[in-house]
T-cell receptor
Framework: NAGVTQTPKFQVLKTGQSMTLQCAQD?????MYWYRQDPGMGLRLIYY???????DKGEVPNGYNVSRLNKREFSLRLESAAPSQTSVYFC????????????FGPGTRLTVL | AQSVTQLDSHVSVSEGTPVLLRCNYS??????LFWYVQHPNKGLQLLLK????ATLVKGINGFEAEFKKSETSFHLTKPSAHMSDAAEYFC????????????WGAGTKLIIKP
C-alpha cells in the first residue's frame, strides 16, 4: 500500500497563477483533509471532506477550493496564488473510529513569487 | 473550545539522557490525544495515541506518554535519547465537539547533542 500520495512535491508559482494539488489514498478511508504548515504555527486545516460527496471549511479556507473526486482522491486548488500562500501543504486521510487517527502524505512545498 | 499548548518550542538533551516534551490541553469532552513526529523535510508520522483506554500509552521508537486528566497534560517521554530522535514533535487533540478536526500544538523541536 502506498498510503497517502501527493503531487507535485515542489512547485513555484507567480502571483496570480493557478494550480491544483493532487492527493490520493489507498486505505479506504472515508475522511480526507488539506493542511498548510507554516514555521512556528503547527498545522492549520484548510478544508476537509468527511465522506465522498461532502466538503467543509476548516480554519483557513480563504483563497482555496477543494474537490472530493471520489473516495480515493481529494484535490486542492489555488485559483489566484498569492505570496501569503507560500507554505508546505499536507494531505491526510482517516477513519473516525478509534479517535480520528490521521495519516499524512509527504507534502508539497509551494513557493509563490 | 479545545486547545493545545506545547510548553517548550525547543528542547535540547544529550544523547543517552531522558527526553521530556510537555503538552497541556483544554477540552470540554474526553479527548483523543496524539503525538506526531516530523523529521527534517519529511512528512508527519504518528508516534502514539490515547483514546480513553490505558492512561500510559506506548508508541514507536521507545516513546511513551501519560494522560493525566487532573493536570490536563499529555507529556511525551523517552528514557534514553538517540541521535535519530532529532525532529519536531507535535501534540494534537481531537474531541467530540469537533470530530473531524484535529487541533495542533505549535510543535517542539528536539535537539540531540552528541
Amino acid at each position: 500500500n502506498a498510503g497517502v500520495t501527493q503531487t507535485p512535491k515542489f512547485q513555484v508559482l507567480k502571483t496570480g497563477q493557478s494550480m491544483t494539488l493532487q492527493c490520493a489514498q489507498d486505505m479506504n478511508h472515508n475522511s480526507m483533509y488539506w493542511y498548510r504548515q507554516d514555521p512556528g504555527m503547527g498545522l492549520r486545516l484548510i478544508y476537509y471532506s468527511a465522506s465522498e460527496g461532502t466538503t467543509d471549511k476548516g480554519e483557513v479556507p480563504n483563497g482555496y477550493n477543494v474537490s472530493r473526486l471520489n473516495k480515493r482522491e481529494f484535490s486542492l486548488r489555488l485559483e489566484s496564488a498569492a505570496p501569503s500562500q507560500t507554505s508546505v501543504y499536507f494531505c491526510a486521510s482517516s477513519v473516525l473510529e478509534g479517535g480520528n487517527t490521521q495519516y499524512f502524505g509527504p507534502g508539497t512545498r509551494l513557493t509563490v513569487l | 473550545a479545545q486547545s493545545v499548548t506545547q510548553l517548550d518550542s525547543h528542547v535540547s538533551v544529550s544523547e543517552g539522557t531522558p527526553v521530556l516534551l510537555r503538552c497541556n490541553y483544554s477540552s470540554s469532552y474526553s479527548p483523543s490525544l496524539f503525538w506526531y513526529v516530523q523529521h527534517p523535510n519529511k512528512g508527519l508520522q504518528l508516534l502514539l495515541k490515547y483514546t480513553s483506554a490505558a492512561t500510559l500509552v506506548k508508541g514507536i521508537n521507545g516513546f511513551e506518554a501519560e494522560f493525566k486528566k487532573s493536570e490536563t497534560s499529555f507529556h511525551l517521554t523517552k528514557p534514553s535519547a538517540h541521535m535519530s530522535d532529532a525532529a519536531e514533535y507535535f501534540c494534537v487533540v481531537s474531541g467530540a465537539d469537533s470530530n473531524y478536526q484535529l487541533i495542533w500544538g505549535a510543535g517542539t523541536k528536539l535537539i540531540i547533542k552528541p
